[in-house]
């Protein structure tokens, strides 16, 4: 007899969504996005705005939060919590890990733990808090389908202007985020800087929530919501209509930076740049009105993308290349917290065609899961080559490099990895397994070799390759 | 792709890489493969007012070498 193939909870999720509301699924488009009137580097939320007097840029910790529902968003809390609880000396002085956070890249499920933290900070430990009580140990699920089921939403999800996004917005306002916008962000100026991402459905590229991916299209970020951003983050395709936000190319007399023009001239030397110049005019044609958002794990499913560009590139206005060629940065430390799972169907036992809904499952996730691979691979690449490049030409920059990894794949154990790989993705896990997620990101975090070195440093003076990072 | 690049000017100063920020003089950096703009700032006492070059196939060891030349303050 063969085994009924599971199907993964944000599976379940989707088909009950996509069925109840499919027929009243427009692109959700409730709130406007507010008009930026006149473009102003010195304005919004961008890197170089945040207070550095606390967190300096000489230790420049980079995270990287994968998508992955409530699973990923535990691992990644988990991982926070170990950052909170390690001391690093800086200047003679012992230092806080979680302090010296500098930007926190994330899609969908980790875009909750993300987006959380930047608000509220060490808040989001409390136990019995919030975060734990509205949203890691929560049906979130549950919420979603309650509120599809409402009649009174079925009125509203009739409007063309109004689609099944909407709702998780709503709900996440509620339980999360209340009113609480990119000017709060703004306003207290800390690090890290979050960068929530989702995907431009039309173009396939990533789109982050930050000032300077809105001032092309002259819209505002100040004014729109966290709520929105972690909803477009987290929109599942099918399970939620696109996401879709104004764009107002062309009335804000934007300046295109003149990495653009040059880039332009890359394809045959360079076509990664070309195309990042191509997509930047993209969002500055004057009939794009406006532009629908996917979840970021569609174009990224690893929140690794924007860093990866940031840390070989100095056209992006975080660029951390050009931090190191400044020499503000001594130590580069990049984490990469990975909540892959392997969810095992059985389809392989038995002949029988894999229905529609798992064949629709593989199409929307083994993409993702590859493209991650090579985006951690192209991590590893960058971070040893610019460290082979230090060690032949000493007139570079010396920075110390750390690249770690934390995904279930470290686990030694057999039976204990199968299990973690095992959970599935679903905004509702079992507070057992929540609990369990916590406690191995933080655990798998500490017995990285890497993690080891980078606080345990060797003492100054040794030389050779006990100074230098791990890349 | 990486490259690399040493900007020659007879003091240090900052080296503006398409109009940012991006090194500075007569100390090797990495620039990202292609089209790029070089000048040393607002303060013009250099020529050319910028050089604009094709970066490609450099190594750490073999930068490409773009020289500015020092001219009275005007």
Redesign the interface.
């Known amino acids: 007899m063969t085994r009924a193939p599971r199907v993964p909870g944000i599976f379940a999720l989707a088909f009950a969504l996509f069925a109840l509301g499919g027929c009243a699924g427009f692109a959700g488009f409730a709130e406007r996005t507010e008009h930026l009137d006149a473009y102003d580097e010195s304005r919004g939320y961008r890197y170089e705005r945040l207070d550095k007097t606390d967190n300096k840029d000489d230790l420049f910790v980079i995270l990287a939060f994968s998508g992955g529902g409530t699973r990923a968003a535990a691992f990644s809390y988990g991982v926070l919590e170990a950052l909170r609880d390690t001391t690093v000396e800086i200047d003679g002085k012992p230092r806080n890990l979680l302090g010296e956070v500098d930007v926190i890249s994330s899609v969908s499920g980790g875009s909750f733990t993300t987006a959380y933290y930047g608000l509220y900070g060490n808040d989001i430990f409390v136990e019995g808090g919030r975060f734990q009580k509205n949203f890691l140990y929560h049906d979130v699920q549950a919420d979603l389908i309650y509120k599809l089921f409402n009649p009174y939403n079925w009125v509203r999800l009739a409007s063309p202007v109004f689609g099944r996004i909407e709702l998780a917005s709503e709900l996440y306002q509620k339980l999360l985020f209340g009113d609480a916008t990119f000017q709060d962000l703004e306003r207290h100026r800390r690090k890290p800087f979050i960068m929530i991402n989702a995907t431009d459905m039309v173009k396939g590229s990533q789109f982050t929530f930050t000032q300077s991916q809105f001032d092309p299209i002259c819209a505002d970020l100040s004014r729109f919501p966290i709520a929105r951003a972690v909803a477009a983050s987290s929109n599942f395709p099918l399970a939620f209509s696109p996401l879709a936000i104004n764009s107002y190319p062309g009335t804000c007399s934007y300046a295109e930076p003149v990495w653009v023009q040059q880039a332009l001239g890359d394809l045959p030397a360079n076509p990664r740049r070309y195309y990042r110049a191509r997509m930047l005019r993209t969002y500055q044609e004057t009939d794009r009105r406006y532009v629908h958002l996917l979840d970021g794990g569609v174009a990224d499913n690893i929140g690794l993308r924007g860093p990866l560009t940031s840390i070989r590139s100095g056209d992006v206005d975080w660029s951390v290349l050009r931090k190191i060629n400044l020499e503000e940065i001594k130590k580069l430390v990049v984490i990469v917290v990975d909540a892959r799972n392997e969810v095992k169907s059985g389809f392989d036992k038995s002949p029988k065609a894999p229905g529609t809904l798992a064949v629709v499952n593989a199409i929307a996730t083994t993409p993702l899961d590859n493209y991650s691979f090579d985006s951690i691979e192209l991590l590893q690449d960058i971070l040893r080559r610019r460290d082979d490049a230090q060690r032949s030409q000493p007139d570079l920059h010396q920075v110390q490099i750390y690249r770690i990894y934390v995904g279930f794949d470290q686990i030694m154990d057999d039976a204990e990895r199968e299990a973690f790989l095992a959970t599935k993705t679903s905004f509702d896990l079992p507070r057992e397994r929540v609990d369990a997620l916590r406690r191995k990101g933080a655990e798998l975090l500490r017995q990285s070799a890497c993690f080891q070195k980078l606080i345990h440093p060797a003492p100054t003076g040794t030389g050779g390759a006990a100074t230098r990072g791990c890349p | ?2 490259e ?1 690049v ?1 900007v020659l000017f007879p003091t240090q100063r ?1 080296v503006r ?8 003089t007569n ?11 070089f000048d040393l700032g607002p303060k013009k006492n250099y020529r050319p007012e910028q050089r ?1 070059c ?1 970066v ?1 196939g450099t190594l ?2 073999k930068p490409m070498i773009i020289a500015f030349e020092r001219v009275d303050d005007e």
């Open positions: 792709m990486d690399y040493k900052q890489v398409d109009g940012e920020a991006g090194g500075f100390k090797i950096f990495q620039v990202e493969t292609g089209n790029h703009v604009e094709m490609k750490p060891e």
